[in-house]
């Protein structure tokens, strides 16, 4: 079983930036393919990133491209978010999850999930 915890989130002001971890344990994260997904208040959760076991990135969010970077070190067995010029309507709790088999798939189809780490973007 694989377990994923979120971190980095906090308060950061228009225009500022922040880094998301994932830390992943239980189990290696090298052959998963790693999701970013968000949620604001109410609203539906959205996929923001994919990174595959390879390297190959998709944007699920037309909203944040050129703005986030999801990265992956598996030798720490995390994988990141990276948020610039961040804007207040980016405010959302913000999830990683993982897929057994390694490649970007739907928004639907992953298997574990971390708990979410909340990301306030305001003056």
């Known amino acids: 079983q694989l377990q994923l915890v979120e971190s980095g989130g906090g308060l950061v002001q228009p225009g500022g930036s922040l880094r998301l971890s994932c830390a992943a344990s239980?189990?290696?994260?090298?052959?998963?393919?790693i999701g970013w997904f968000r949620q604001a208040p109410g609203k539906e959760r959205e996929g923001v990133l994919c990174?595959?076991?390879?390297?190959?990135?998709?944007n699920y969010a037309s909203s944040v491209k050129g703005r986030f970077t999801i990265s992956r070190d598996n030798a720490k067995n995390t994988a990141y978010l990276q948020m610039n010029s961040l804007k207040p309507e980016d405010t959302a709790v913000y999830y990683c999850?993982?897929?057994?088999?390694?490649?970007?798939?739907?928004?639907?189809?992953?298997?574990?999930w971390g708990q979410g780490t909340q990301v306030t973007v305001s003056s």
């Open positions: 999850a993982a897929r057994r088999f390694g490649v970007c798939v739907s928004t639907r189809q992953y298997d574990y």
């Open positions: 239980g189990s290696t994260l090298r052959y998963h393919a």
């Open positions: 990174i595959s076991s390879s390297g190959g990135t998709t």
